[in-house]
Nanobody, 122 residues
């Protein structure tokens, strides 16, 4: 079965850093775009960052560009999201997801992890 498992969330102060991990199994990992999405209470789910199957092309939301870095290690079926200079508005549940399409919109992502909570205090 397709599985995506996020880890690495936690509580940090503004300006701090976290590295999120997404471990995948049950599919051919290097055939898929992997995205990080987040959802805060009362808000729409938004695309944070996505990386294509080879890792050559990446996307970042304007709100995180320059602060977050997405990467993947295909041999380990793992995608990372390095989050630096965190802000309180980054607080959300972060999900990783897989898609056959090289875009960063949630509607084309079929397989989702359970999410990991990121809380940034002021």
């Amino acid at each position: 079965e397709v599985q995506l498992v996020e880890s690495g969330g936690g509580l940090v102060q503004a300006g701090g850093s976290l590295r999120l991990s997404c471990a995948a199994s049950g599919f051919t990992f290097d055939d898929y775009t992997i995205g990080w999405f987040r959802q805060a209470p009362g808000k729409e789910r938004e695309g944070v960052s996505c990386i294509n199957s080879s890792g050559f092309n990446t996307y970042y939301a304007d709100s995180v560009k320059g602060r977050f870095t997405i990467s993947r290690v295909n041999d380990k079926n793992t995608v990372y999201l390095q989050m630096n200079s965190l802000k309180p508005e980054d607080t959300a549940v972060y999900y990783c997801a897989a898609s056959r399409f090289s875009v960063c919109t949630a509607d084309v992502y079929d397989d989702w992890g359970q999410g990991t909570q990121v809380t940034v205090s002021s």
